[in-house]
């Protein structure tokens, strides 16, 4: 599986990433990734988390936290960072 990991260049992929999060299902206005690194091989996007006045999670956070988690799942698998 690891034969098909393609090097990427950050920008490419964050456009990769923000149409993945437009047309998924569970879209709220709003959500976007903003940066990307890679630990180990797995990609982590970044990007407004939508916090109260408090600096609370709010559930938007939720929707976002999940969006990223899935951006790494299906993305780790075919992409590595080049720069």
Same mark, same amino acid.
């Given at each position: 599986?690891?034969?098909?990991?393609?090097?990427?260049?950050?920008?490419?992929?964050?456009?990769?990433?923000?149409?993945?999060?437009?047309?998924?299902?569970?879209?709220?206005?709003?959500?976007? *990734?903003?940066?990307?690194?890679?630990?180990?091989?797995?990609? /982590?996007? +970044?990007?407004? =988390?939508? $916090?109260?006045?408090?600096?609370?999670?709010?559930?938007?956070?939720? *929707?976002?936290?999940?969006?990223?988690?899935?951006?790494?799942? /299906?993305? +780790?698998?075919? =992409?590595? $960072?080049?720069?």
């Amino acid at each position: 599986m690891h034969d098909t990991i393609q090097p990427i260049a950050r920008q490419s992929l964050l456009i990769v990433a923000n149409e993945i999060i437009q047309n998924h299902e569970d879209y709220i206005q709003g959500i976007s *990734a903003t940066d990307v690194t890679e630990r180990n091989g797995v990609l /982590v996007f +970044s990007g407004e =988390y939508f $916090l109260d006045e408090q600096g609370l999670p709010t559930p938007k956070s939720t *929707a976002v936290f999940n969006m990223f988690k899935h951006l790494a799942h /299906v993305l +780790s698998e075919k =992409y590595t $960072l080049t720069d």
